[in-house]
């Protein structure tokens, strides 16, 4: 069965074929930039509880060359199964508070659903614009902090 946009719960069409080799150095070097982008990724979701998106967003823009809004939806796409196995080793460690956990994901829900939505009436250079300041500022942040 062939995939195309009536069988797959996105809409509009996506050729794999030109998202594997968009360096133009074949389905091997993609795949190891997929590896490396995953590993790098992983590591900071399962370091610093960010998720990966904080990684993914600017590699996937960077070596895979995808527009902003798609790197931020490849991104929350890749971020799901992540956070579930870090959640899971950081509970099995005893450091999660599910009370918090729990009650603070269901605002964030409602704040995902309200910025995603703002994220894709935006276009992409402002976009772009305000995810640096947003780095920027959380890096700024993290290192003057005590």
């Known amino acids: ?8 719960p996105w809409t509009g069409s996506y050729d794999l ?27 900071a ?8 998106g904080l990684v993914f967003v600017p590699l996937l823009v960077m070596f895979q060359k995808m527009n902003l809004h798609q790197a931020i939806g490849t991104s929350i796409a890749i971020v799901v199964p992540t956070a579930l196995m870090s959640t899971w080793r950081h ?11 729990v009650l603070i994901t269901l605002f964030a829900i409602v704040g ?10 935006m276009d992409a250079g402002s976009l772009r614009r305000f995810y ?5 500022f959380v890096a700024v942040r993290l290192f003057f902090q005590k």
């Not at 979701?45 to 990966?52: E, T």
């Not at 995902?112 to 009436?121: C, Y």
């Open 1 to 8: 069965m062939w995939i195309n946009s009536s069988t797959v």
């Open 91 to 101: 509970a099995s460690a005893g450091q999660v508070d599910w009370k918090a956990a």
């Open 132 to 136: 640096a300041v947003f780095l920027l």
């Open 112 to 121: 995902a659903w309200a910025g995603s939505g703002l994220s894709l009436q």
């Open 45 to 52: 979701s399962g370091l610093f509880g960010v998720g990966g």
């Open 17 to 43: 074929r030109e998202s594997m080799f968009v360096l133009g150095g074949g389905f091997v070097a993609t795949l190891l930039i997929f590896i490396v982008i995953g590993v790098l990724g992983g590591l």
